[in-house]
């Protein structure tokens, strides 16, 4: 299956991604994990792409799409794509990428979450320098302080998960991100999930969406 899933930041879609990409075996692109992995390694994508992120803008479409191309390049099977595209533009360009594979998006998940949530989630949100999970203060806080589960790597707050780049980034959501909700719903592509709910319920809810195609997979 391909899939995206669609969102304002802190709506869950990163853990939601991960959770259903592993368990159907499907892989997980999360066009923001891999500009923060180039952000990290200080590498010529991390260096253009820092200033934006850091101001809770969006990274320029021509960068991003160039780095969804080559992921989808080295894929044959199923693929969840996590917080691309964000404009109507990378749809455009997706849509372009695909049918020059034959294909096209089998569904657009779109998590519903009131903005108080959003806002909640992410001041309390706390990820993994190494491994990317993510936690949160008070609903879900790793074992030891400051240390990951998962991989023991180092637990921090995202720099763009500060109060003032927080209302930054909302305002650049509605304003950039929030029309392709009718764009896919006039495809025919949209599933809306309440994302409100604590992440397995989150999780039953988008497995029951596609419990006919995937069933037999588990
Ligand atoms: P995320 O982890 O999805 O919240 O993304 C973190 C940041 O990476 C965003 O605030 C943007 O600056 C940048 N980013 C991630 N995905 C995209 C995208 N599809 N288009 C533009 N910028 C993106």
């Known amino acids: 299956m391909r899939l995206a899933f669609l969102g304002p930041p802190g709506a869950g879609k990163g853990t939601q991604a991960e959770l ?14 891999i500009l923060r992995d180039g952000v990290r390694g200080g590498t010529p994508l991390g260096s253009k792409a820092r200033g934006y992120m850091d101001g809770g803008e969006l990274v320029p479409d021509e960068i991003v799409v160039g780095i969804v191309a080559e992921k989808l390049e080295g894929i044959d099977g199923g693929f969840v794509l996590d917080g691309f595209p964000r404009t109507v ?11 020059g594979r034959n294909g096209s998006l ?5 998590f519903d979450v009131d903005e108080d949530t ?3 989630r992410l001041s309390g949100r706390r990820v993994c320098g190494k491994c990317g999970w993510n936690y949160h203060v008070e609903n879900m806080p790793p074992k030891r302080e ?28 509605q304003r950039e991100t929030a029309p392709l909700i009718d764009y896919y719903k006039r495809k025919g592509l949209l599933e809306r999930v309440a994302g409100d709910p604590p992440p ?10 596609f419990a006919d195609r995937l069933g037999s997979r588990r």
């Open 106 to 110: 089998d569904a657009v998940i779109y």
């Open 20 to 33: 259903f990409a592993r368990r159907y075996g499907f892989a997980h692109i999360s066009t923001g994990e």
């Open 118 to 120: 959003v806002v909640r």
């Open 200 to 209: 397995e319920e989150v999780q039953e809810e988008v497995r029951r969406l």
């Open 146 to 173: 400051g240390v990951c589960d998962r991989c023991g790597g180092e637990v921090h707050q995202r720099d763009d998960d500060r109060p003032e780049v927080v209302r930054e980034r909302l305002r650049v959501y």
């Open 89 to 99: 533009e990378q749809a455009e360009a997706l849509n372009g990428i695909l049918r």
